[in-house]
Nanobody, 115 residues
Framework: QVQLVESVGGSVQPGGSLRLSCAAS????????MGWYRQAPGKERELVAT???????SYANSVKGRFTASRDNAKNTVYLQMNSLKPEDTAVYYC?????????WGKGTLVTVSS
């Protein structure tokens, strides 16, 4: 079994920054990808950023140039640096780990961008 523990989100003003982290533990044999999704109120869950094994991060168009995803393979940890935050970035952010056969999810952490 795999556990994903996300850092606490928070509330920031527009234009502010926030960094999320997610540490994976448990029976991790082969990680194909780690990344972040988000779900805003009344909307479907959407991809924010993902890092495929051996590859570079890819991002949703809405966050390109503002968000940076990174991964520490030794710690099985993925990070999301969010800059120039906008009110429309308000959502619950979920960490995702994908293996050959399974998708694992964190419990989610709330990020609120408001003045």
């Amino acid at each position: 079994q795999v556990q994903l523990v996300e850092s606490v989100g928070g509330s920031v003003q527009p234009g502010g920054s926030l960094r999320l982290s997610c540490a994976a533990s448990g029976s991790i044999f082969s990680i194909n990808a780690m990344g972040w999704y988000r779900q805003a109120p009344g909307k479907e869950r959407e991809l924010v950023a993902t890092i495929i094994r051996g590859g570079r991060p890819s991002y949703a168009n809405s966050v390109k140039g503002r968000f940076t995803a990174s991964r520490d393979n030794a710690k099985n940890t993925v990070y999301l640096q969010m800059n120039s935050l906008k009110p429309e970035d308000t959502a619950v952010y979920y960490c995702n780990l994908r293996t050959v056969s399974e998708d694992y999810w964190g419990k989610g952490t709330l990020v609120t961008v408001s003045s």
